[in-house]
């Protein structure tokens, strides 16, 4: 078994794998059975037997990547998950092979500084100061960036909380936009989903500031104390920005954390034409942002940031004495601020897709992706039997079909049996829409001219079904 070859093998594989789905050469999306799939691979003789090197890594590969779902397909609209740039994935390689687990800085002193840097990097975009101890750190993905920050902002209103257990007067102030992974947060905490509060908000789902400062006073005279105000930037289901200036003034009135979810829409910080998007962001606690998301980054690469770094030790207080010793150290740990103990190496990363193309490159193409989004929906809009929920403010877009949102349903099967165009859907506005997630940089508007015909195709074929 030669790592060379064999890497090699790999790296051919996935050029081509790439080159052909750039090409719209075969299917985004084909879902084989996972039985049928299981035997294919020959996966039980392989365990069993080993052997996958040479001419059975080339086969396996072969057909393990027939039944990979291809991000790099320019119909490939679906989630938020990048189009990874390849050398986020030589990062993936170098992290997996070195295997340096750094949450503590002698298990990995580079990829600690990386992460710092990273970390640094972000927080300037913020329009926070670095500082040492950093005022952030990178977890394995946005839910567990948001309970960490959530876990910070408890520690604030209730620092006994940690030894005593959560008090059940504690609220999390919120939209019905927000990410599920906030009221999971509620559910860790042992607050339990009735502890989520929803203020009011505009018709398009955003948080109203006007009418968010009466809402925090009548929460206070109920007697709840809320951990946070979580406010979203952007909205995973429409990809709208709650108003951040006018939110933090009305959390600074109270004295109420404000915490941004930003992971999808945080990396719009990198364009000097977008950032107006997180107008005010600077005067939050504690802000959510993905890395693989719209930073080209492979998965998984989060970051929980914060204005005073000292918060973030607030999130967690536990001894484990062979970890946690006080030592003379030319570096930094990272242990007490995550839930993980064993942790990736996740800043190499995203610093190789920033430094890849450097960072007008992902600001570029952030504004390209927006743009495309904007023209997509005025050219969606123009067809009379399409209805488009919002104009985009990302690179998110939701249109569905005049009919029932059985309907929606529909389609979004079909064009993923037919597997030339990969969407998703969502409920928005209290109906079901088609979601276009335009991640890909390869994606142009002759592709939404071919998904508007394919559409118009299958609704056709629809009719006895949905008259
Ligand atoms: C994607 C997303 C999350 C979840 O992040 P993961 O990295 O998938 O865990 C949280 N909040 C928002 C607004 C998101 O778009």
């Not at 962001?281 to 005073?308: E, F, N, P, Q, Y």
């Not at 004495?321 to 190499?348: M, N």
Request: proline share 5%; aromatic share 6%; hydrophobic share 45%.
């Amino acid at each position: 078994m030669s790592f060379r070859e064999d890497a090699a093998t790999a790296i051919e594989a996935l050029v081509e794998f790439a080159a052909r789905a750039h090409e719209r050469d075969g299917p985004v999306i084909r879902q084989p059975a996972l039985g049928d799939l299981a035997q294919r691979l020959d996966l039980e003789r392989l365990i069993a037997e080993g052997g996958l090197t040479g001419d059975t890594l080339h086969t396996f590969l072969a057909d393990y990547l027939a039944a990979s779902t291809r991000l790099q397909h320019p119909g490939y609209m679906a989630h938020q998950v990048a189009v990874p740039l390849p050398h986020s994935a030589i990062a993936a390689l170098i992290d997996g092979f070195t295997n340096n687990a750094m949450a503590i800085y002698e298990m990995g002193p580079a990829a600690a500084t990386v992460e710092v840097a990273v970390v640094n990097w972000m927080l300037r975009k913020i329009g926070w100061a670095p500082s040492r101890p950093p005022g952030g750190v990178l977890t394995h993905g946005g839910s567990l960036a948001n309970l960490t920050a959530l876990l910070a902002a408890r520690g604030k209103v209730a620092p006994q909380a940690w030894e005593d257990g959560t008090p059940s007067n504690l609220v999390i102030v919120t939209s019905p936009a927000s990410h599920y992974s906030i009221a999971r947060t509620a559910g860790i905490m042992g607050l339990g989903q009735k502890a989520i509060r929803h203020a009011p908000t505009d018709s398009f789902g955003r948080l109203d500031p006007a009418r968010l400062g009466g809402f925090l006073a009548d929460l206070k005279t109920s007697g709840a104390v809320p951990i946070a105000v979580v406010a979203t930037a952007c909205a995973t289901a429409l990809g709208l920005y709650d108003p951040l200036r006018d939110i933090a003034a009305a959390c600074r009135e109270h004295g109420v954390w404000l915490h941004v979810d930003g992971a999808h829409g945080a990396s719009a910080l990198v364009s000097p034409r977008l950032r107006r998007l997180l107008d005010g962001i600077a005067l939050a606690d504690s802000v959510v942002w993905d890395a693989h998301k719209m930073l080209g980054t492979s998965t998984l690469c989060a970051a929980v940031l914060v204005r005073d770094h000292a918060d973030l030790d607030h999130a967690f207080r536990e001894e484990a004495s062979y970890l946690f010793h006080d030592k003379d150290q030319p570096g930094i740990d990272l242990i007490h601020r995550t839930v993980e103990c064993t942790k990736a190496a996740i800043g190499l990363k995203a610093f190789f897709a920033l430094a890849a193309g450097g960072e007008r490159t992902i600001a570029a193409t952030i504004e390209r992706q927006t743009d495309l989004a904007v023209a997509a929906a005025a050219r969606l809009r123009a067809e009379p039997d399409f209805e488009v929920a919002v104009e985009p403010e990302t690179n998110i877009v939701c249109v569905r079909l005049d009919g029932r949102d059985a309907l929606q349903m529909a389609l979004r099967r079909r064009l993923t049996e037919d597997g030339d165009f990969y969407v998703s859907t969502t409920e928005a506005l209290g109906r079901r829409w088609l979601r276009l997630a335009l991640m890909n940089p390869a994606t142009e508007m002759a592709d939404i001219e071919a998904l508007i015909a394919r559409l118009r195709t299958i609704r056709a074929e629809l009719r006895s079904e949905f008259p």
